[in-house]
């Protein structure tokens, strides 16, 4: 696989930020995701909707990867996210395949992609102060509805 | 935690394995799941939606999960699947500290539950014949999809 370049990274960053934005305007977890094909295609990106949707399982990776759709596979994709993967995304992103993993910051939760590494995953992370800004603001206010979200 | 008796675990079984029955009568993929209370209360059961819904973000043991809609706490709780969990459904159990995983079969497919294992989930593995006929013979039919599901 090519190196992401860091405009690049950054310029996808963008789209999952844009996510997180509207999620958190819908009154819900701030994270959002999106899933690049091989070729910097966008597949599909989504976010949180935990509380949009009552729903705990939509993260905002799997809210990506589901709105990407059935691929046949994933090899060479990138899925750009605000916050670093949970165990379940982290999962998610081993199972099928995906190639690469851009986050935005690991600071606010430090989830699997230590272990995504370990395992063949190429991790690029932005430490995009940003993101902390808006992760930390969110906990801060909201700390039963994230120790929902990730289970603790 | 108290330990889970033999009966209760195949009854548990017998929902996962219907909704796998359903999964298959609707030409999606025979994987069902079923998630119980500390209580053994069914909270919701569900089976894989990939071809129902063109969802690939849709196994058997997530739209249990979503199924049973938001929890303040998954401790005590049981996920009861026809199969061993991906790693994708392997990261959720993990992440929301789901203190159980009853398993039809591992045969056709081994996931991540000694993963789980190995960080305190209890694994029960029925090792059901029923189980492994009906992957053996979804799997032998439907090899392109099944890969599909499994990102291989």
Chains 1, 2 share one sequence.
Do not use: K
């Not at 949970?86 to 998610?92: A, F, N, P, Q």
């Not at 995906?98 to 986050?103: A, D, E, K, L, Q």
């Not at 992609?113 to 906990?139: Q, T, Y």
């Amino acid at each position: 696989m090519e190196l992401l370049d860091r405009a690049t990274a950054w310029s996808w960053l963008g789209s999952a930020v844009e996510e997180a934005r509207t999620g958190l305007a819908e009154g819900g977890v701030p994270i959002g995701a999106a899933l690049y094909g091989a070729d910097g295609t966008l597949l599909g990106r989504g976010h949180n909707r935990r509380v949009q949707d009552d729903d705990p399982s939509t993260h905002a990776e799997t809210a990506a990867f589901r709105a990407a759709g059935r691929q046949r596979t994933y090899r060479g994709t990138t899925m750009v996210t605000t916050l670093s993967p949970c165990w379940y995304c982290s999962g998610l992103v081993r199972q099928f395949g995906i190639s690469r993993v851009v986050i935005g910051e690991a600071v606010t939760f430090r989830g699997g992609h230590d272990w995504l590494a370990a395992h063949g995953v190429e991790i690029v992370l932005l430490d995009d102060p940003d993101c902390v800004a808006m992760m930390r603001d969110f906990i801060g206010s909201n700390p039963a509805l994230w120790n929902e979200d990730i289970g603790e």
